[in-house]
């Protein structure tokens, strides 16, 4: 139940909303590229980042810390001190190019979160944290931050390397850190009651139901396959047509089907993202075409029936055509589903702000995947412009960050740790 008279909880809400976009725009200011926002694990710009962060969490009334793998964390202490703790976070690294709000509106809204509090006790803590890898830019690893805070974080990625050679263990050192100290990241088991994370949809949906806020139902599972169409070379002039073994036809088959597939389900996402072509010659027939294929699906055996499907095709395909097809690689990532019951807490919160509480699918990854391995989870989804997220064209509005603002609010005041017996 909500303890500020509307009209003034209203209004509260919508000035951290304005002084949230503010913090956006100055977060994008800290980039590796003058000529727009790049932000990986550990450059130097994410140290003014945890500068700033930092700052913003303290002026909220929480402790700060930055642990082994560079998470900043801010700490609102709890009525009691062996309480549990709710997390609210997000990531502070971006892709090339990106957009201002993918994963930082998150952390800056839990912040603002907890300002709202105005110092009210709660009967857990509040830790907002700034997951500081979920893109897997530098490193071809996402979610370093959230499998460290999680206990699975994988001791063999020390030893990988980003394109100028460094090693994680090295990147880590040069950040001021000690990655001896990563197994301490891990929080304790049951010390956490429930993980929210706020975040834009990266998606129209919202947008076309003309809604705010979503609360996501499930994250899609993943397959992501590399695969080969192998042919033969040959002069583009000599060579006849019906001789031919084109590996490029082959390939541009297989992505005209694997669109049309992924048109025929609901909820399922199908795509053709690289296509490399050699010896990528105008008058010599391709020899060799290699592709990436991304089915994503929130029933893991329908996107397991789907890909199969897929690989069926490719076979036929490569058969009719008189070429190779091979699978280069494959990594499956299962569909996570959120908790139901602190869902149907975020929605009791949305509805008593009369705010939209539609159900919707997660088609990207998340942290969320990870922390729903160790404690109960929720999505709040924000609507972004168009649908478009990792772009620099990435846009949200003020209404719509202070109707967040308000849900994650009264999230907090709503929640209730379990009675002890």
């Known amino acids: 139940m909500q303890t500020t008279a509307p009209t003034t909880f209203r209004k509260e809400a919508r000035q951290r909303a304005e002084e949230a976009l503010a913090r956006c725009v100055t977060l994008a200011g800290h980039s590796e590229s003058t000529t727009g926002l790049t932000r990986t694990y550990l450059t130097k710009p994410m140290k003014a980042v945890h500068r700033d962060v930092g ?4 002026e909220a009334g929480m402790d700060v810390r930055i642990d082994a793998v560079g998470n900043i964390i801010g700490h609102y202490p709890a009525a009691r001190p062996d309480a549990q703790t709710v997390m609210i976070g997000s990531h ?8 201002m709000y993918d994963g930082i509106v998150g952390v800056i809204l839990g912040i603002a979160a907890v300002k ?33 805070i999680a206990g699975i974080f994988d001791d063999a990625l020390l030893a990988r390397t980003d394109s100028q050679g460094r090693t994680l263990a090295q990147a880590i050192e040069d950040f001021g850190l000690n990655a001896k100290d990563i197994s301490k990241c891990a929080y304790a088991p049951k010390s956490l009651l429930a993980y929210l994370e706020p975040h834009i949809e990266q998606g129209p949906v919202l947008e076309a139901a003309n809604e705010s806020l979503g609360v996501v139902s499930a994250i899609a599972g993943q397959t992501r396959m590399i695969v080969n169409f192998i042919g033969e070379a040959g002069h583009a002039g000599t ?8 590996a490029l036809p082959a390939a541009c088959e297989l992505a005209l089907y694997v669109e049309r597939y992924g048109r ?12 490399n072509v050699e010896p990528n010659v105008s008058n010599v027939i391709p020899n060799h ?50 908790d139901d019951a602190l869902s149907d807490v975020l929605k009791a919160a949305l509805r008593a702000e009369d705010l939209p509480a539609s159900p919707l699918v997660s088609g990207a990854g998340h ?3 990870i922390m ?18 990792h772009h620099p064209d990435e846009s949200v509005t003020v209404d719509d960050v202070a109707d967040a603002i308000r849900a994650t609010t009264t999230f907090l005041k709503t929640i209730q740790p379990p009675t002890k017996g």
Do not use: Y
């Open 239 to 246: 060579v006849p047509m019906r001789s031919r073994r084109d």
């Open 92 to 99: 502070l690294d971006t892709v090339h190019n990106a957009g």
């Open 367 to 369: 942290d969320a995947m």
């Open 116 to 148: 709202l509090l105005k110092g009210m006790r709660l009967p857990f803590a509040v830790d907002v944290v700034g997951f500081s890898e979920e893109e897997g830019v530098r490193f071809s690893a996402p979610f370093i931050g959230s499998t460290a």
């Open 289 to 338: 075409v290699r592709l990436s294929m991304d089915i994503r699906h929130p029933d893991d055996e329908t996107r397991t029936t789907a890909v199969t499907q897929i690989l069926m095709h490719a076979n036929s395909i490569a058969e009719r055509r008189r070429v190779e097809f091979r699978i280069d690689s494959r990594s499956d990532r299962s569909a996570v589903a959120m």
């Open 372 to 389: 729903a391995r160790i404690v109960p989870t929720a999505m709040l989804f924000l609507r972004c412009k168009g649908g478009i997220s």
């Open 264 to 275: 025929c389900g609901t909820d399922l996402f199908a795509t053709v993202g690289q296509l």
């Open 55 to 58: 700052d913003w969490m303290r």
